[in-house]
C-alpha cells in the first residue's frame, strides 16, 4: 500500500494516477479473504461445509448491495469500499460460526500486535514519503522505510517472544560470520616467486 502511487506512476499514464488511492481498501479485502480461509478450518474439522455457501451468498448479496449504493456516488472508491465491505461480511460470517462449532486457540494479541504495525507503518511511511519523487526512488524510500517501521513497530509492542530473539539473533550471527570469512577469503596473499614476494588475488 504505501509503494502504490509510486508503482502505478512508474507503469501508468497520469490519467491512472489516482486508482493508487484504491490500493488500501483491496488490501484490506484480500486481509478479510484470508481471514475467511484460515478461520473457517473449524468447519472442515466438523463436517459443517454447508455453511459456506450460505455465507458466500450472504456476502455476494452485500456486495451487490454495496456496489449499487456507492458506485453512483463515490466511483471507484465506491467500489472498492464495496469489495471491502463484502469479503468482510464473508470473513465476519464465516469465522463467527466456525469458532463457534470449533474454537481454536488463536494468539489473538500477537495477531492485534501484527496488524497495529503494519497500520502504523504505512501510514507513517505514506504521510512522510514525498510524491514528487521518481517513481523509482519512491518505491526504495517507501520499501525500505515501511519494512523498517513496521520491524521496529514488533520489536517496540513486544510481539517477539524470548525464543524467536534468540533466532533471530543466531541468524545475525551466522550472517556476520559468513561476511567475516568471506572477507578473509577475498584477501590477497603473498606468495614468493623467483626470489620475490607478489600479491596474487
Excluded at 459443517?48 to 448491495?65: C, E, H, I, N
Excluded at 526512488?137 to 519494512?147: D, E, H, N, Q
Excluded at 560470520?177 to 607478489?198: F, L
Amino acid at each position: 500500500c504505501a509503494t502504490a502511487p509510486a508503482v502505478v506512476r512508474l507503469f501508468t499514464t497520469a490519467q491512472f494516477h489516482s486508482a493508487a488511492a484504491v490500493t488500501p481498501w483491496i488490501a484490506l479485502g484480500v486481509m478479510f479473504q484470508g481471514i475467511y480461509l484460515l478461520g473457517s478450518i473449524g468447519l472442515v474439522i466438523t463436517k459443517r461445509t454447508k455453511v459456506y455457501p450460505l455465507s458466500t451468498g450472504a456476502a455476494a448479496t452485500v456486495s451487490v448491495v454495496a456496489n449499487m449504493l456507492l458506485i453512483p456516488r463515490y466511483g471507484i472508491m465506491g467500489a472498492a469500499w464495496a469489495n471491502t465491505i463484502a469479503y468482510a461480511t464473508l470473513a465476519t460470517g464465516t469465522v463467527g460460526v466456525s469458532w463457534y462449532v470449533y474454537r481454536i486457540p488463536y494468539e489473538w494479541g500477537r495477531l492485534l500486535r501484527i496488524a497495529a504495525a503494519a497500520a502504523v507503518s504505512y501510514v507513517l511511511v505514506s504521510s512522510t514519503v514525498p510524491r514528487n519523487l521518481t517513481p523509482l526512488v519512491g518505491i526504495l524510500l517507501s520499501t525500505m522505510g515501511t519494512t523498517l517501521m513496521y520491524a521496529m513497530m514488533l520489536m517496540v509492542s513486544g510481539f517477539f517472544k524470548p525464543g524467536e530473539m534468540r533466532v533471530l539473533r543466531d541468524i545475525r550471527a551466522r550472517a556476520l560470520q559468513w561476511k567475516s570469512a568471506r572477507a578473509v577469503r577475498d584477501e590477497p596473499t603473498q606468495v614468493e616467486m623467483a626470489g620475490d614476494i607478489v600479491d596474487t588475488p
